[in-house]
């Protein structure tokens, strides 16, 4: 863990070349480490990182960017199955402190993005981890609304649990 915390600040530094040198060598320098990093297996735990710890919100946006260009291929980005449950897991976690903007949309997209190979349909794992559950409700919707962009169609008995869902919603917000 330790070696994450050193490649983050690391990562943090060559972002902040890239966004303010005026030594157009220094920053292709920074452009050029950066994609390299990106294409790493530490670039996971780091991205996580940084979302979790990075000083400036350039930097949490960049580990959620991280994340989401890692998965953009689909399959989980090629993780385990248990590697990307873990994932999941801890971008939900992630999510609970988050306010609406950028970095929500880009960390909800990347949850999206590890919802791979479920049998039961992702929308209804999505409502089923425990993680999930105490996310603010514009959080968890924003969620339920880039399911399909993840590249996931919903089954009809997912679409049943999400009305099922957004019904008790409404009708504790009615109370």
């Known amino acids: 863990m330790q070696r994450d915390v050193i490649a983050a600040a690391e990562v943090?530094?060559?972002?902040?070349a890239l966004m303010n040198s005026t030594d157009s060598e220094a920053r292709r320098a920074a452009d050029a480490g950066l994609r390299q990093f990106q294409a790493t297996a530490q670039a996971w735990n780091t991205a996580v990182a940084?979302?979790?710890?990075?000083?400036?919100?350039?930097?949490?946006?960049?580990?959620?960017?991280?994340?989401?260009?890692?998965?953009r291929g689909g399959r989980g980005g090629g993780l385990a199955p248990a590697d990307v449950n873990a994932l999941r897991g801890r971008c939900l976690q992630l999510l609970r402190g988050i306010e609406s903007g950028q970095l929500r949309s880009q960390l909800c997209r990347a949850v999206c993005l590890l919802?791979?190979?479920?049998?039961?349909?992702?929308?209804?794992l999505l409502l089923r981890e425990a993680?999930?559950?105490?996310?603010?409700?514009?959080?968890?919707?924003?969620?339920?609304?880039?399911v399909p962009d993840g590249g996931a169609w919903l089954q009809e008995a997912e679409?049943?649990?999400i009305q099922l869902f957004l019904l008790e919603l409404l009708d504790h917000a009615c109370d």
């Open 12 to 16: 943090e530094a060559a972002l902040h």
């Open 50 to 71: 940084l979302i979790a710890n990075a000083a400036s919100p350039q930097a949490k946006l960049f580990g959620a960017t991280i994340l989401c260009n890692k998965l």
């Open 115 to 124: 919802l791979v190979d479920v049998a039961d349909g992702p929308g209804s």
């Open 131 to 146: 993680a999930s559950a105490n996310l603010p409700i514009d959080t968890t919707l924003e969620l339920l609304t880039l």
């Open 159 to 161: 679409v049943a649990t």
